[in-house]
């Protein structure tokens, strides 16, 4: 069970390594992108509106982020089932990463107490990581705000 003792990454730390069960099948690990940058965002859940939009405008920058030598991988806890059924719904251009169990979130620091309506529960804090091409994180967004994020994560990424 994944606890709130997680650890906090910083910038120039390295970054977990993983191997997630992805949409349409298949794994991913980060090594499968050793040598480019990888845009990692947490979303809490599938289909619900910030991460729909969320997905939406990564998607709709894949293309940006694919020429400026990036791949976004997306990751929650919902299961691969769960996020077909959502990229095939939204026509999402994005690999979509299951971490069923937690483990991911937990060793990237971004499963915790999280408070909404006045009820206190767990849940996956909204970040993005960059992670750059040495496998090193150059640069984390907590707690996001969707609009304007991509835009944002984009820039990061084209500056190097």
């Known amino acids: 069970m994944p606890s709130d003792a997680a650890p906090t990454l910083q910038p120039g730390d390295a970054a977990p390594d993983?191997?997630?069960?992805?949409?349409?099948?298949g794994t991913v690990s980060l090594g499968d992108h050793a040598g480019r940058k990888v845009v990692l965002y947490f979303y809490p859940k599938d289909d619900t509106p910030g991460c729909t939009i969320e997905a939406l405008d990564f998607t709709a920058a894949a293309a940006d982020f694919d020429a400026a030598g990036a791949v976004v991988l997306g990751v929650s806890k919902d299961t691969v089932a769960k996020h077909d059924k959502?990229?095939?719904?939204?026509?999402?251009?994005?690999?979509?990463?299951s971490d069923a169990e937690g483990d991911v979130c937990e060793r990237y620091g971004v499963w915790g107490e999280k408070q909404m309506y006045g009820?206190?529960?767990?849940?996956?804090?909204r970040t993005t990581v960059l992670i750059g091409p040495d496998g090193r994180i150059q640069r984390i967004w907590r707690k996001v705000k969707v609009p304007g994020h991509v835009a944002e994560v984009l820039e990061a990424v084209r500056a190097g």
């Open 18 to 25: 993983f191997a997630l069960p992805r949409d349409g099948g």
């Open 86 to 97: 959502f990229t095939a719904k939204h026509t999402l251009g994005i690999a979509l990463l």
């Open 119 to 125: 009820k206190t529960y767990h849940g996956i804090e």
